[in-house]
């Protein structure tokens, strides 16, 4: 049987292009007895330069481009695109946004192969502090969780504005917001599937019922920015116990307006539950037991 793939998405619009932003991501990086550290860099394929040591890392995280178009001059930052071949194999990408451009979204993304050896949570929680999200996300892809939705199909990270707020229109077109219109925050009103583990930022507000998701949850927790929710109690039981986990999943459902979830909802009325206090976003981390959920 093919090993599942760890996926971990996240969209922002903070700023990340900063070199000790960049830095911050490759300590989590080499946490974990270094099973996750880049081995080489670049800005596009081949992706082949060695990173030798910090110094690479933080001169490929961003770079500044000028491109012109018919006598027009744009600007817009380069990320970079990291793999690991030894041990656990991975690889990495950032994007950069741009507020005056057409996507403003900066985006964080990672696939790996599955190890038990690393605390996944622990690792996205991490990067959620650091990257301020409006949307992140931590999964893994048996076979059976690979779906094809709309424009989108869920089988790995999943990030960038469009995958928010466009819709496929009754006559077969992709539609997305105006983007000379720019309000913010951004108003995200459709999610592919839910992971096994999910940030929800300002831009989720008025699509789901926060209190009913964090009493629903197996485990929940708030920062200044947002919710984090821990679908069920392992992160192996999206492949190995595939029951309890689309059941947790399943109660989720229902607190997001219909519609909002790719995949088939309930299509009931949001059910408030009343949510018992609240542990901070790192308590289970640190040890301490944060807060469960009711089980129903």
Same mark, same amino acid.
């Given at each position: 049987?093919?090993q599942?793939?760890?996926?971990?998405? /996240?969209t922002?619009?903070?700023?990340?292009?900063? &070199?000790?932003?960049?830095?911050?991501?490759?300590?989590?990086?080499?946490?974990?007895?270094?099973?996750?550290?880049?081995?080489?860099?670049?800005?596009? #394929?081949?992706?082949? @330069?060695?990173?030798?040591?910090?110094?690479?890392?933080?001169?490929? =995280?961003?770079i500044?481009?000028?491109?012109? /178009?018919?006598?027009?001059?744009?600007? !817009?930052?380069?990320?970079? &695109? =990291?793999?690991?071949?030894?041990?656990?194999?991975?690889?990495? *990408?950032?994007?950069?946004?741009?507020?005056?451009?057409?996507?403003?979204?900066?985006? !964080?993304?990672?696939?790996?192969? $599955?190890?038990g050896?690393?605390?996944?949570?622990?690792?996205?929680?991490?990067l959620?502090?650091?990257?301020?999200?409006?949307?992140? $996300?931590?999964?893994?892809?048996?076979?059976?969780?690979?779906?094809?939705l709309?424009?989108?199909?869920?089988?790995?990270?999943?990030?960038?504005?469009?995958?928010?707020?466009?819709? &496929?229109?009754?006559?077969?077109?992709?539609?997305?917001?105006? $983007?000379?219109?720019?309000? !913010?925050?951004?108003?995200?009103?459709?999610?592919? #599937?839910?992971?096994? +583990?999910?940030?929800?930022?300002? #831009?989720? +507000? %008025?699509?789901?019922?926060?209190?009913?998701v @964090?009493?629903?949850?197996?485990?929940?927790?708030?920062d200044?920015? %947002? &919710?984090l929710?821990?679908?069920? #109690?392992? !992160?192996?039981?999206?492949?190995?116990?595939?029951?309890?986990?689309n059941?947790?999943?399943?109660?989720?459902?229902?607190?997001?307006?219909?519609? *909002?979830?790719?995949?088939?909802?309930?299509?009931? $009325?949001?059910?408030?539950?009343?949510?018992?206090?609240?542990?901070?976003m790192?308590?289970?981390?640190?040890?301490?037991?944060?807060r469960?959920?009711?089980?129903?």
């Open positions: 049987m093919k599942p793939k760890i996926a971990i998405g /996240i922002t619009y903070e700023d990340i292009s900063s &070199v000790d932003t960049g830095l911050a991501v490759y300590e989590l990086l080499l946490e974990f007895g270094g099973k996750l550290q880049p081995e080489f860099v670049n800005w596009h #394929e081949p992706v082949n @330069i060695p990173v030798a040591d910090r110094e690479t890392w933080s001169r490929y =995280w961003s500044d481009v000028t491109t012109k /178009i018919e006598g027009a001059a744009t600007e !817009f930052k380069f990320g970079p &695109v =990291w793999r690991r071949k030894t041990s656990l194999a991975s690889t990495g *990408t950032v994007t950069h946004g741009d507020l005056s451009g057409r996507d403003a979204s900066s985006t !964080f993304q990672l696939s790996a192969k $599955m190890a050896s690393v605390d996944w949570l622990q690792l996205f929680s991490k959620c502090s650091v990257l301020k999200p409006a949307y992140g $996300m931590l999964h893994c892809f048996p076979p059976e969780e690979v779906k094809r709309d424009y989108l199909s869920f089988d790995g990270p999943v990030a960038g504005e469009i995958a928010f707020t466009a819709r &496929v229109a009754s006559d077969g077109n992709l539609v997305r917001p105006d $983007m000379r219109r720019r309000t !913010f925050p951004r108003q995200f009103t459709y999610l592919p #599937e839910l992971s096994w +583990a999910n940030y929800f930022g300002p #831009e989720w +507000a %008025g699509t789901y019922d926060a209190e009913g @964090i009493g629903r949850a197996h485990r929940a927790w708030r200044e920015n %947002g &919710v929710i821990q679908v069920s #109690e392992n !992160f192996a039981d999206v492949s190995k116990n595939r029951e309890t986990f059941k947790q999943r399943d109660l989720l459902r229902p607190c997001f307006v219909p519609g *909002t979830l790719g995949v088939s909802d309930l299509l009931c $009325m949001i059910d408030r539950v009343h949510a018992s206090p609240k542990g901070s790192y308590d289970d981390l640190q040890g301490n037991s944060g469960v959920a009711e089980r129903r």
